[in-house]
């Protein structure tokens, strides 16, 4: 059984331009202990994905389709469930570790609080659960980074203070929006070790930019202009990629030469009912002014393209 199983996944914006699409039709099955990297372009809705998984955009947003976690559906929990899910069942650990942390709060408090609102342990042992985390994350001087102010703190330190906040609470699902953002390679191979250690046994879904990070995951799935373009295991994905789109962004990573992809991303307004890659397709023929479907083309693999 599906842990999270999504269905016809859609958010939209209310923005002064007009509605604004920002996913549309997201379709996922993560299974228990999966670990699962959602990959695209900046502004392709992987973070929108993220927050709509744990009902964080609610009144700014309209949100259509089903959030399935553990067979309850997360748009029709009452408040205290919803409230007793995210921490203890699913945990994010935020895009921006710097502007997540509140800056006039030490981490310890902060680490505390959260693991007292998941009634997981109150005052002293709560502190000490605090500390217990933070030496895991590889703190060498917990107690230190415990009475610590965030913005004392290195960018690869506070991604590590948000591990351990994030895990302290032992989520069976874990959500990292851009875990080695801005770190450089050393500090992002630490953090990606780090975050798979203390994720172990849970479910992880990790979103990215970095290649190397999706693949020390299981598996992968692709988003172009907020849908899904591709799923599959991560080894085959990476190595036989079947979209178009899949292929241009292995090309533009820097190890493969950085070549980019033509033309512009372009999303939320989408004249044509066609394939949102197709203007930057080299593969394009007149069927792809057919809105193509995600469909299986082998066993565990999706693709949304007519030519897969
Ligand atoms: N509150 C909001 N109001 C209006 N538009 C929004 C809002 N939040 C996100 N968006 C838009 O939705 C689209 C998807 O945003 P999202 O943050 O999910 O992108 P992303 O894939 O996470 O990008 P990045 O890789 O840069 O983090 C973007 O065009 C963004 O501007
Ligand atoms: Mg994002």
Do not use: W
Not at 219 to 234: C, H, L, N
């Amino acid at each position: 059984m599906s842990l999270l199983s999504i269905k016809g996944l859609s958010v939209t914006f209310d923005t002064l331009q007009g509605p604004f699409k920002a996913i549309e039709g997201i379709d996922l099955e993560v299974r228990e202990r999966d670990t699962l990297a959602i990959v695209g372009e900046s502004g392709c809705g992987k973070s929108v994905l993220g927050h709509a998984t744990m009902r964080l955009l609610d009144d700014i947003a309209t949100v259509k389709g089903s959030v399935r976690y553990r067979d309850r559906e997360v748009y029709a929990m009452a408040r205290e469930e919803l409230l007793a899910m995210r921490g203890k069942a699913i945990s994010l650990v935020p895009q921006s570790p710097s502007t997540s942390f509140n800056p006039v709060i030490k981490i310890g408090k902060q680490i505390t609080e959260l693991i007292e609102k998941a009634g997981i342990a109150r005052g002293k042992d709560a502190e000490r659960r605090a500390i217990e985390y933070l030496g895991r994350v590889g703190f060498k001087d917990p107690q230190t980074i415990f009475d610590t102010y965030p913005h004392r703190m290195s960018g690869g330190m506070c991604e590590r203070a948000l591990i351990a906040m994030s895990t302290s609470t032992e989520p069976d699902l874990i959500i990292a929006d851009e875990p080695t953002k801005g770190l450089d390679a050393l500090s992002r191979k630490n953090i990606l070790d780090m975050l798979h250690k203390m994720t172990a046994g849970s479910t992880l879904i990790m979103i990215t930019h970095d290649f190397n990070a999706a693949a020390t995951c299981d598996k992968i799935a692709v988003m172009y202009s907020g849908e899904i373009v591709e799923t599959g295991p991560t080894r085959v994905v990476l190595e036989h990629p079947a979209h178009c789109y899949t292929r241009g962004l292995i090309e533009a990573q820097p190890s493969r030469g950085m070549k980019p992809i033509p033309g512009r991303h372009t999303i939320g307004s989408h004249k044509s009912d066609g394939c949102r890659f197709r203007p930057r397709c080299g593969s394009a023929t007149d069927e792809c002014g057919r809105h193509p479907p995600l469909r299986e083309i082998e066993d565990y693999r999706l693709v949304r393209c007519h030519h897969a």
